[in-house]
T-cell receptor, first 111, second 118 residues
């Protein structure tokens, strides 16, 4: 069974601060995805990383896939209140017919 | 509609009752997934449909849970003899056909149905 562990579980910071969220596994994934979920909504895909060592940037968000494709990180620069939400990492099984999700990191950015 | 829709948005039922949760996927998406998300946790896979057939139902917790997709579009998740432990948000997602050889595919999620069993 492929498991994904996210840390920290909760993060409360002030507007303007930087933060990093981690997603770790003992299993190799062909790709990892990061989702953001707001209350009452389903997860929304932010990015997919495919190649070991890959770095992708989405405005103030930087995503990195570990060289061994077992872990990933999400770094947010100068966080804003609009970044508040639940951040989830997820990886597909070998058949590509399901996603395994991490437990999520709940981020709160205070103005 | 442009996205995945789920009805009802909220469902409160008594222990022991039967419930049906509906999912309307994005038009043209052949793959449909059901997940369950308990409070404070990430979504957990329940079942995957490719067209009309359940290609993988390994995530269904027990035989009280059943899902159908008779015409390859709308899907219904059915829960018999509900228990308080079934309380969760049930998420539906759809995607284009995922291939095992394809390492990247995107699932589009609906807003979920919040089920509360009292």
């Amino acid at each position: 069974t492929q498991l994904l562990e996210q840390s920290p579980q909760f993060l409360s910071i002030q507007e303007g601060e930087n933060l990093t969220v981690y997603c770790n596994s003992s299993s190799v994934f062909s790709s990892l995805q990061w989702y953001r979920q707001e209350p009452g909504e389903g997860p929304v895909l932010l990015v997919t990383v495919v190649t070991g060592g890959e770095v992708k940037k989405l405005k103030r968000l930087t995503f990195q896939f570990g060289d061994a494709r077992k872990d990933s990180s999400l770094h947010i620069t100068a966080a804003q209140p609009g970044d508040t939400g639940l951040y989830l990492c997820a990886g597909p099984n070998n058949a590509g017919n399901m996603l395994t999700f991490g437990g999520g990191t709940r981020l709160m950015v205070k103005p | 509609g442009a996205g995945v829709s789920q009805t009802p948005s909220n469902k409160v039922t008594e222990k022991g009752k039967y419930v049906e949760l509906r999912c309307d996927p994005i038009s043209g998406h052949t793959a449909l997934y059901w997940y369950r998300q308990s409070l404070g946790q990430g979504p957990e896979f329940l079942i995957y449909f490719q067209g009309t057939g359940a290609a993988d139902d390994s995530g269904l917790p027990n035989d009280r849970f059943f899902a159908v997709r008779p015409e390859g579009s709308v899907s219904t998740l059915k829960i018999q003899r509900t228990e308080r432990g079934d309380s969760a948000v049930y998420l539906c997602a759809s995607s284009l056909f995922p291939s095992g050889a394809q390492s990247v595919y995107e699932q589009y999620f609906g807003p979920g149905t919040r089920l509360t069993v009292t």
